[in-house]
């Protein structure tokens, strides 16, 4: 099996509601290391009023993250990148042309993330608005978005759009959360791209890797696997274009 990548999670320091301080952050990426993970891309929240830490706030905190890092002889090992999770606006792609905000691993590619409650007409204003302008939306954790639960044509209908989906791997594991059916069935039905933990600590919304890549190898077998935990982020950070 292929090392695993983690293209969603809450790691960097002091800029939302994940690691408070760069001990956390470091414990974060220990227990990574321990899953599995070696290439973790940094997503911390991007929403005005919430989380909104300018470029090069975020910038300096990841290479000072980066440097303590290096210094570990097991987080050395690891491939760390920076992006953010941006919560659409109709403003985003204008934040994105101006450099307001973060790609992902500075590439094309933009983890972005709708309302519980978003209406599908909403998410295909965002995607039309993201892919003309030029980027590649990877909607986050979609297997939450009320109203789109079941439905796996309009999923699918996002995806001929241009958009990726996303799901969170406590969606797919027995531990602390029951398994989301949408969720499985999307994995099921080849129209799951990226598997991320959206980890926000060690205890509450732990990074955990393994479960979830068990049950994909389990009802999917290993190839799809490591398309998806492996190829497709390696291909993103390439900045390559990845088949829907």
């Not at 941006?86 to 973060?102: N, R």
């Not at 992902?104 to 003309?132: C, H, K, P, Q, W």
């Not at 027995?174 to 991320?196: C, N, Q, S, W, Y």
């Not at 959206?198 to 490591?226: N, V, W, Y």
Request: include cysteine; charge should be negative; glycine fraction near 6%.
């Amino acid at each position: 099996m292929k090392p695993f990548s983690d293209i969603h999670c809450h790691v960097l320091f002091g800029v939302d509601d994940g690691a408070r301080d760069m001990k956390h952050s470091l414990n974060m990426l220990s227990f990574m290391y321990d899953e599995g993970i070696r290439t973790v891309i940094m997503t911390p929240h991007y929403r005005i009023g919430f989380a909104d830490a300018a470029c090069d706030v975020l910038r300096s905190r990841f290479e000072t993250l980066a440097r303590a890092a290096s210094s570990d002889d097991r987080l050395s090992q690891m491939d760390l990148y920076l992006g953010s999770e941006i919560h659409y606006t109709p403003s985003m792609t204008q934040w994105l042309d101006e450099k307001k905000v973060l790609t992902m691993a500075g590439s094309d590619y933009v983890l972005t993330e709708f309302s519980y409650t978003a209406s599908l007409r909403e998410m295909e204003e965002g995607i039309s608005l993201l892919v003309n302008a030029g980027y590649h939306p990877v909607i986050a954790h979609l297997e939450r978005c009320i109203e789109l639960d079941g439905k796996l044509d309009d999923v699918y209908h996002l995806i001929e759009m241009g958009a990726y989906v996303q799901v969170n791997t406590e969606s797919l594991y027995k531990r602390m959360f029951a398994r989301t059916p949408f969720a499985v069935r999307l994995l099921k039905e080849d129209m799951v791209h990226f598997v991320a933990t959206d980890s926000h600590g060690i205890r509450h919304r732990a990074p955990l890797m393994k479960d979830a890549a068990r049950f994909i190898t389990g009802c999917c077998g290993q190839k799809t696997c490591e398309r998806i935990l492996y190829d497709n982020p390696l291909t993103m950070i390439d900045n390559g274009i990845i088949d829907s």
